[in-house]
């Protein structure tokens, strides 16, 4: 089980942080990606982070505003958003890849990951 905190109501401009933990398991051997999904759209890969912390960024442009992290020791990870918009509004969720064997799949497709997180809800309003 994959446990979700953080998001909430941002003010645009500002930074969040959401992370994801595990329950009866350690994160630490499986790739983590984090997806969003807004209202009336699919849900998309935004970026995921290895088993020893390569990253990789499934949208571009969302690279320089979007950054995922990793902390094996307090089996924790992150995705720090900075600058949001009101265009991120959405639940965001953290998923295992776990037949992945710690790599990050090629494919941003949701059906390459097999465990996910409860879904945070991040809405960007003024």
């Known amino acids: 089980q994959l446990v979700q905190s953080g998001g909430g109501l941002v003010v645009p401009g500002d930074p969040l942080t959401v992370s994801c933990s595990s329950f009866g398991f350690n994160l630490n051997r499986f790739a983590i990606g984090w997806f969003r999904q807004a209202p009336g759209k699919e849900r998309e890969g935004v970026s995921c982070?290895?088993?020893?912390?390569?990253?990789?960024y499934y949208i571009d442009s969302l690279k320089g505003r979007f950054t995922v992290s990793r902390l094996n020791n307090d089996n924790l990870v992150y995705l720090i958003v900075n600058s949001l918009k009101s265009e991120d509004t959405a639940v965001y969720y953290c998923a295992a890849a776990r037949s992945w064997g710690g790599r990050c799949p090629d494919s941003a497709h949701p059906s390459e990951y097999d465990l996910w997180g409860q879904g945070t809800q991040v809405t960007v309003s003024s």
């Open positions: 982070i290895s088993s020893n912390s390569d990253r990789t």
